[in-house]
């Protein structure tokens, strides 16, 4: 039988509870995932979360953003990451994520790979499990959301160019459409891709395929697709095809 409903959106990691928690709550919302919510790469992320620490830090983060990405980056969205970044540190400290703190209390910053300043927040070597167990805690408890597990999209469903829902398979198989106001694909791991990666094997990047595939028909496109970040020894060998 098919769903109807507000909003669907696909992953239960960082991004999608994230969207989850920030849509109003009137709005009927299912999520899926295909595995158990708990097995996302959010959940395996050890290192930290970038903030800008004040405006006098704007310009500095912005450079080391932009030549961290070859200044290939869309400066719109580094401005948006940026300046939303302190927003966004508070909304997850609502939420109960223990960031590390000095002895006096305040924000313990640590500095990371590109950032010419310590504005890596961090707890302990599990930063996305502290951050996205917390998410979904929190998205658990509204009654506007449904997660169901071990549920695989295998298409979007599309109306000249605008979209419709998905099309799902659940664990037995079975497949459903989930119709929907909004669509929103929060599910961007790829690891399961390569024939040695320290991320999870079912996670194959099946939203960027589908929507390069209708890409492909006139519909949504993804420039900066090939742009994917490959950490020290995250990953090893060919993808596999």
Same mark, same amino acid.
Do not use: C, W
């Given at each position: 039988m098919d769903i109807r409903t507000d909003v669907v959106i696909v992953g239960t990691g960082v991004s999608g509870l994230f969207s989850a928690l920030n849509l109003p709550r009137d709005r009927k919302i299912v999520m899926i995932t295909k595995s158990d919510a708990?097995?996302?790469?959010s959940f395996l992320a050890q290192g930290g979360i970038c903030v800008m620490r004040d405006e006098a830090d704007y310009d500095i983060y912005f450079e080391d953003t932009m030549r961290a990405g070859h200044y290939e980056n869309r400066r719109e969205?580094?401005? +948006?990451?940026? !300046?939303? /970044?302190r927003p966004v540190i508070n909304e997850l400290i609502g939420y109960g994520v223990d960031f590390a703190r000095k002895a006096d209390g305040s924000l313990d910053y640590t500095r990371e790979g590109c950032h010419?300043?310590?504005?890596?927040?961090f707890h302990e070597d599990i930063?996305?499990?502290?951050?996205?167990?917390?998410?979904?805690?929190?998205?658990?408890?509204?009654?506007?959301?449904?997660?169901?597990?071990?549920?695989?999209?295998?298409?979007?469903v599309t109306d000249e160019n605008r979209c419709l829902g +998905?099309?799902? !398979?659940? /664990?037995?198989?079975?497949?459903?459409a989930i119709q929907a106001d909004e669509t929103i694909l929060a599910s961007g791991g790829v690891g399961g891709l390569y024939d040695?990666?320290?991320?999870?094997?079912?996670?194959?990047g099946d939203a960027l395929a589908i929507a390069i595939c209708h890409g492909h028909n006139g519909g949504s496109r993804l420039p900066t697709a090939a742009l994917a970040e490959i950490r020290g020894g995250n990953r090893r060998g060919k993808p596999i095809t």
């Open positions: 708990e097995s996302s790469d969205s580094v401005d +948006i990451m940026i !300046r939303s /970044s010419s300043r310590p504005r890596i927040l930063t996305g499990k502290e951050i996205t167990s917390h998410l979904l805690a929190a998205v658990r408890q509204l009654p506007n959301v449904t997660i169901r597990d071990f549920t695989t999209m295998v298409d979007i +998905i099309i799902a !398979r659940d /664990s037995q198989g079975r497949y459903r040695h990666s320290t991320n999870f094997p079912h996670l194959t």
